[in-house]
């Protein structure tokens, strides 16, 4: 059973609006074990929409379509359903009704070009819709299905889960669930997990992938099964195979982040901590400040930009900044303690570096950023990296410095 | 000239991740005039991904593909792009050299995983990446030409900018230009943006559009034209007019943000601001510190959940906090004072909050959020505003909290 989508809108298209419509659905095909093989953008040209329906509906069982339902000239979602199933367009009468309720409950003005919405291909079954304007239908063609629905998340979502789904089940009886179970690393890459874990990423069921992210990398393993009790017994076995093999670099499981692991140690240790950073911007501190239990472990965050910004807000000694240089692993030992002591932390984490270690463009040239860990009247030291660009660079370094407090935390040696 | 991008990944497909990639090639594509017509995506499986790409080689001109050029075994579109252009895969010396001075600059380890990463489809044209460990290629196909870059948005980007756009141009004698100028605004609606400009969004070259964005609006002239000149000849008279009805709503132009513009104002009067926010989680500190100028206009930020890091941090009167409430504009003066105190800075602001002030499903019934500046000895209050829930709703906040303290730099009044 195989299953694709197809999302229709310039818009999307163009890139003005991100699709998240396309990443809900395939959670959704996933849990009734549908296979999602395809997503397909296109935009509101209705030979274009045509032609990739009439290649989807071929390939696969079930074609989704999101968008096009809406009243205007540059809806033609109806149309393009219509001609690649080789249909015409009929006008339903009781459609018409139900849009026409559906403005009088809310008082608005009902306007000609609503009436377009109550086309449907001959011979669809309709899908009513009561949270929104837009009748959605299913038509069944040479044994396989498009089903269409609105672009409007709420109104789709809404559809998906009271009537798609549900019908999708019944019509080609799947009993069957897909279930995945996410090993979440930090500290080891992604290579140097494959060759670790190579025998394991050639199984069958469950399969065993590796995902990178900026400084964490996920390993999942994803099975099928015919109920959930059976989908965590081909789990469980390779779950553990691959915890041994890849140790405390695994923090986490599923959608648990790094900061979530290492407040959930601070709160079982009593412990908070506070944080000064430069080059990565605040995003620390937005990413601890963010997580649960954020109030009772996060004893706050100081962000810095140049050497004027740290010696006015910190109680650093100006002589060792000038001796050793605002990018250096003397003040970062330093700005740690500070740190600590201005914000009546336990422990005091810096993450020191100049603008240039992560904007400049030529990553090698980068000047190196430095990690310190004040606790307990001493200082950790992490090692420290050459700065990197962008966004990923700057991820890179904040799982660097929270791997170095988990780390410290469960008295293994920093990585 | 037809061009449409196919994303490659499972954790795409399943809605692990979302797919930005595809927006940002969109967008660049349109400014050489280059239409997209689709985007598919597609899983980690080198038949599929095969047969996906010697239908799009077929129909479009140009196929960029993202994603499936790591090192890993589920890593195929090398293989899946050699497979739909009838090509061999051949292993190049010269690209693992490449690859391993990339480990070596860095002091990673090589593994014998990143050695498949050497290889590439017969005749392809080799686009070198110097800032990841994934080549890239573009292989020629009767006509038409298939492009494969990395999916780490950051490597893509970079080898987009400098590599594929300019070889596009070339390649196909692309000429026309659309060119854009942006007028961006703070603290007035869509809405009322449209009806102060009714007649100029009628116009058809250039055509005016508006954008609203979480607390700011965009208003676009976009134009089509031989050259850069006569575009902006065309632009201009449209941005006179735009400015002459938009007033000192307008703070900037195309990429310049509200921080942008406040750090320049903040430059030019010799002025450092510092600030203190709760809700916002440290997103203020990184606009503000990541905006070019910050080392000397920001004098420093705050992050900090809860009374606990409040009173810890900052000299804060507890007995204040006590009385009013940490949500309550008389806590988020005193804050205002005690920040600009703690960074030695010329103005504090406070953007101060309780957390069910951004996170409740309910917006009706959040608590508000307060602004506060504290200057020149007194407290200049900005109107409390009730929190609103997501990324928008602490989007809006941080323009409103900016725009406050730009207009009062400018004498303005208070919005």
């Given at each position: 059973?195989?299953?694709?989508?197809?999302?229709?809108?310039?818009?999307?298209?163009?890139?003005?609006?991100?699709?998240?419509?396309?990443?809900?659905?395939?959670?959704?095909?996933?849990?009734?074990?549908?296979?999602?093989?395809?997503?397909?953008?296109?935009?509101?040209?209705?030979?274009?929409?045509?032609?990739?329906?009439?290649?989807?509906?071929?390939?696969?069982?079930?074609?989704?379509?999101?968008?096009?339902?809406?009243?205007?000239?540059?809806?033609?979602?109806?149309?393009?359903?219509?001609?690649?199933?080789?249909?015409?367009?009929?006008?339903?009468?009781?459609?018409?009704?139900?849009?026409?309720?559906?403005?009088?409950?809310?008082?608005?003005?009902?306007?000609?070009?609503?009436?377009?919405?109550?086309?449907?291909?001959?011979?669809?079954?309709?899908?009513?819709?009561?949270?929104?304007?837009?009748?959605?239908?299913?038509?069944?063609?040479?044994?396989?299905?498009?089903?269409?629905?609105?672009?409007?998340?709420?109104?789709?979502?809404?559809?998906?889960?009271?009537?798609?789904?549900?019908?999708?089940?019944?019509?080609?009886?799947?009993?069957?669930?897909?279930?995945?179970?996410?090993?979440?690393?930090?500290?080891?890459?992604?290579?140097?997990?494959?060759?670790?874990?190579?025998?394991?990423?050639?199984?069958?069921?469950?399969?065993?992938?590796?995902?990178?992210?900026?400084?964490?990398?996920?390993?999942?393993?994803?099975?099928?099964?015919?109920?959930?009790?059976?989908?965590?017994?081909?789990?469980?076995?390779?779950?553990?195979?691959?915890?041994?093999?890849?140790?405390?670099?695994?923090?986490?499981?599923?959608?648990?982040?790094?900061?979530?692991?290492?407040?959930?140690?601070?709160?079982?240790?009593?412990?908070?901590?506070?944080?000064?950073?430069?080059?990565?911007?605040?995003?620390?501190?937005?990413?601890?400040?963010?997580?649960?239990?954020?109030?009772?472990?996060?004893?706050?965050?100081?962000?810095?930009?140049?050497?004027?910004?740290?010696?006015?807000s910190l109680d650093v000694p100006a002589g060792l900044v000038g001796q050793y240089g605002l990018a250096s692993q003397e003040t970062a030992?330093?700005?740690?303690?500070?740190?600590?002591?201005?914000?009546?932390?336990?422990?005091?984490?810096?993450?020191?570096?100049?603008?240039t270690s992560v904007s400049t463009e030529a990553p090698e040239g980068a000047p190196p950023v430095y990690f310190s860990l004040a606790v307990?009247?001493?200082?950790?030291?992490?090692?420290?990296?050459?700065?990197?660009?962008?966004?990923?660079g700057r991820g890179w370094l904040m799982h660097l410095a929270l791997d170095m407090v988990r780390r410290h935390l469960l008295g293994l040696?920093?990585?």
């Amino acid at each position: 059973m195989q299953a694709e989508i197809v999302t229709i809108g310039t818009e999307l298209l163009l890139g003005e609006i991100v699709d998240t419509n396309s990443a809900w659905i395939a959670q959704q095909l996933t849990t009734i074990g549908l296979n999602l093989y395809y997503t397909t953008t296109v935009g509101d040209n209705l030979q274009r929409i045509s032609e990739v329906l009439r290649y989807s509906v071929q390939r696969s069982d079930v074609v989704i379509t999101t968008g096009g339902l809406g009243p205007t000239v540059d809806d033609m979602t109806r149309e393009a359903v219509a001609a690649a199933t080789d249909r015409e367009l009929v006008f339903d009468e009781e459609l018409l009704q139900e849009i026409a309720c559906f403005f009088a409950r809310r008082n608005y003005p009902m306007t000609q070009n609503n009436r377009k919405q109550a086309c449907r291909p001959a011979g669809a079954r309709v899908i009513h819709n009561p949270v929104g304007t837009a009748p959605s239908f299913a038509v069944e063609h040479n044994g396989h299905v498009i089903i269409s629905l609105p672009g409007v998340p709420f109104e789709m979502k809404y559809l998906m889960e009271r009537e798609v789904l549900p019908h999708l089940r019944e019509r080609f009886g799947l009993r069957g669930i897909i279930k995945s179970r996410t090993l979440r690393t930090c500290g080891i890459g992604e290579s140097m997990i494959g060759s670790r874990i190579d025998d394991l990423m050639r199984l069958s069921n469950p399969t065993v992938g590796t995902a990178a992210h900026p400084g964490q990398t996920d390993v999942r393993v994803t099975v099928k099964a015919e109920s959930i009790a059976e989908a965590d017994a081909l789990i469980a076995p390779v779950e553990q195979e691959l915890r041994a093999r890849l140790g405390d670099y695994v923090y986490g499981v599923d959608q648990e982040t790094l900061s979530d692991a290492l407040t959930r140690l601070l709160l079982e240790r009593g412990l908070r901590l506070a944080l000064a950073e430069t080059v990565t911007h605040g995003e620390l501190s937005r990413w601890l400040s963010e997580t649960r239990g954020a109030e009772r472990a996060f004893a706050g965050g100081t962000t810095l930009v140049g050497e004027d910004a740290l010696l006015g807000s910190l109680d650093v000694p100006a002589g060792l900044v000038g001796q050793y240089g605002l990018a250096s692993q003397e003040t970062a030992d330093a700005v740690a303690e500070a740190v600590r002591r201005a914000h009546k932390a336990d422990l005091g984490l810096a993450v020191i570096g100049v603008e240039t270690s992560v904007s400049t463009e030529a990553p090698e040239g980068a000047p190196p950023v430095y990690f310190s860990l004040a606790v307990d009247g001493h200082i950790i030291r992490g090692e420290p990296r050459q700065g990197r660009t962008g966004v990923s660079g700057r991820g890179w370094l904040m799982h660097l410095a929270l791997d170095m407090v988990r780390r410290h935390l469960l008295g293994l040696q920093a990585n």
